[in-house]
């Protein structure tokens, strides 16, 4: 069982950065790719950015501004989300899943989720 505890949301102004964690427990043993979706008040939750051994994935939405990484030792990953837009505001959930067409999917394991507001 793979457990995920988010951490690093937050409030910024427009064109600011934040850095979210997520910190793996539990079975680390498998290759699970790691990454983050996003929900935003009355919309679907939507794929992020993933990172696995084949590689790191984002959306369209977020290419070019948002970097992922993973540090193995820690069991952590982190997306280091950079110029910041109003409409970045959403809860960030934390994932554990397989890449499938690009994207992070058939997911195993959640995580709480953790508040950005990015205000204009």
């Known amino acids: 069982q793979v457990q995920l505890v988010e951490s690093g949301g937050g409030l910024v102004q427009a064109g600011g950065s934040l850095r979210l964690s997520c910190a793996r427990s539990g079975r680390t043993s498998d290759s699970y790719a790691m990454g983050w979706f996003r929900q935003a008040p009355g919309k679907e939750r939507e794929f992020v950015a993933a990172?696995?051994?084949?590689?790191?994935y984002f959306s369209d939405s977020v290419k070019g501004r948002f970097a992922i990484s993973r540090d193995n030792a820690k069991n952590t990953v982190y997306l280091q989300m950079n110029s910041l837009k109003p409409e970045d505001t959403a809860v960030y959930y934390c994932?554990?899943?397989?890449?499938?067409?690009?994207?992070?999917?058939?997911?195993?394991?959640w995580g709480q989720g953790t508040q950005v507001t990015v205000s204009s």
């Open positions: 994932a554990a899943g397989t890449i499938v067409r690009s994207a992070l999917d058939k997911v195993v394991a």
């Open positions: 990172h696995s051994w084949s590689g790191t």
